[in-house]
Every structure is written in structure tokens, then in C-alpha cells.
């Protein structure tokens, strides 16, 4: 698996709210893995961090709304061509 908490990919219209992710020995992967999502709302998002490590990694995503969740500060979706995250 690409995220050590969630990971979604083809969907629309995902809401996630009030989520803690942590794990008991460091992982390096990030939290949260959205691939091909329209439609992603956040709101009180906590994640475990490894150094170096970004919180979560968008691809092809659009149409995002962040609240209450310092964990993804700096980290802004991107709609991308290639699938890459930006």
C-alpha cells in the first residue's frame, strides 16, 4: 500500500472528518494517498510523521477543501497530467 492510513483511488465525493492516523513504529509512507479523486473534503486531519516524510501525496485530484488539519499545511493537491504530484 502506497499510504500507511488511507488510500483512495476512483472516487467521488470522499469526505473524511475527526481522523487520527499513527502507527506504532515509524513508517515512511505518508498518512493519507489520494489518486484520481474529484471531490475531497478534510476537515481534522492527524497524522504521525516520519522525518522528510509529506503527510499525504495527491495525484490527479480536484475540487479539495482542508480544514483543521495542520498536518497538510504546504501540502496542496494538484491536478496533474502525468499523475505526478506536484
Known amino acids: 500500500m502506497p499510504a ?8 467521488s465525493g470522499l469526505e473524511l472528518a475527526n481522523i487520527r492516523l499513527s502507527c506504532l513504529n515509524e513508517d515512511l509512507r505518508p498518512a493519507l494517498d489520494c489518486v484520481d ?7 481534522n486531519l492527524n497524522a504521525q510523521i516520519a522525518g522528510g516524510i509529506p503527510a ?8 479539495v477543501r ?4 495542520p498536518a497538510l499545511d ?3 493537491p494538484t491536478k496533474t497530467s502525468a499523475g ?3
Open 56 to 63: 499525504a501525496v495527491f495525484q490527479d485530484v480536484e475540487g
Open 37 to 43: 479523486v474529484n471531490g475531497l473534503e478534510i476537515d
Open 66 to 69: 482542508v480544514r483543521n488539519s
Open 74 to 76: 504546504g501540502v496542496i
Open 4 to 11: 500507511y492510513g488511507v488510500f483512495a483511488r476512483h472516487v
Open 84 to 86: 505526478a504530484p506536484q
